[in-house]
């Protein structure tokens, strides 16, 4: 069973450009999470799909960020325009159901804003 | 609000010598806590968790941590570790209301021959 896929995972663009994260949960989980771990600090909630459903955004730094996920499958991340404090690895993770179950992670996107 | 504490940033082992990772937390509520681990160039993977029950869990490869209450506590030992063990732990709570983990800074242990 494939686990959870990210794309790219590398992506080095300019301040004020637009870049795409996107995510493949494992298939069936209705659980998509996003966190980003800034260089040495913690690793921190962005935020949760139940489904194509937004559950909790609080964690969303602020409005160029958007986050889709389409169909329930796959979601999007999308910085617009990027900064540089949006340099970071930015990890997505699924799960079956909430509450103390193991949500599985994938290998993570390290974007840098030059 | 909840929150994890992991005091040391890098551990320095050497192989075969016993090792213990710090994580403390805050919180109000029943929690479930949790240690994964990041290899290098790779993802974050469970290591291991408490849910409830016995307070001492362990891991496939020879980790165990202990649910301590009264210390709002979560340490991970291991009795000796080896170099394939240098990797990034992170210490994490999941509980109350928020249907999200609250990590740690992370603790980078680095095994030396």
């Known amino acids: 069973e494939a686990g959870v896929t990210q794309f790219p995972s590398h992506s080095v663009i300019e301040k004020g450009q637009t870049v795409t994260l996107r995510c493949d949960p494992i298939s069936g989980h209705d659980n998509l999470y996003w966190y980003r771990r800034v260089m040495g600090k913690e690793i921190k909630f962005l935020l949760h799909?139940?489904?194509?459903?937004?559950?909790?955004e609080s964690g969303m730094p602020n409005n160029r960020f958007l986050a889709e996920r389409t169909g329930g499958t796959y979601s999007t991340l999308k910085v617009q325009p990027a900064e540089l404090e949006d340099s970071g690895v930015y990890f997505c993770a699924s799960s079956q159901f909430l509450q103390g179950t193991e949500a599985f992670f994938g290998q993570g996107t390290r974007l840098t804003v030059v | 609000a909840q929150s994890v504490t992991q005091l040391d940033s890098q551990v320095p082992v050497f192989e075969e010598a016993p090792v213990e990772l710090r994580c403390n937390y805050s919180s109000s509520v029943s929690v479930y806590l949790f240690w994964y681990v990041q290899y290098p160039n790779q993802g974050l993977q469970l290591l291991l968790k408490?849910?409830?029950?016995?307070?001492l869990v362990e891991s496939i490869n020879g980790f165990e941590a202990e649910f301590n209450k009264s210390q709002t506590s979560f340490h991970l030992r291991k009795p000796s570790v080896h170099i394939s063990d240098t990797a990034e732990y992170f210490c994490a709570v999941y509980g109350g209301a928020t249907n999200k983990l609250i990590f740690g800074t992370g603790t980078l242990l680095a095994v030396q021959p």
């Open positions: 799909f139940v489904k194509e459903s937004k559950q909790d």
């Open positions: 408490y849910l409830s029950g016995s307070t």
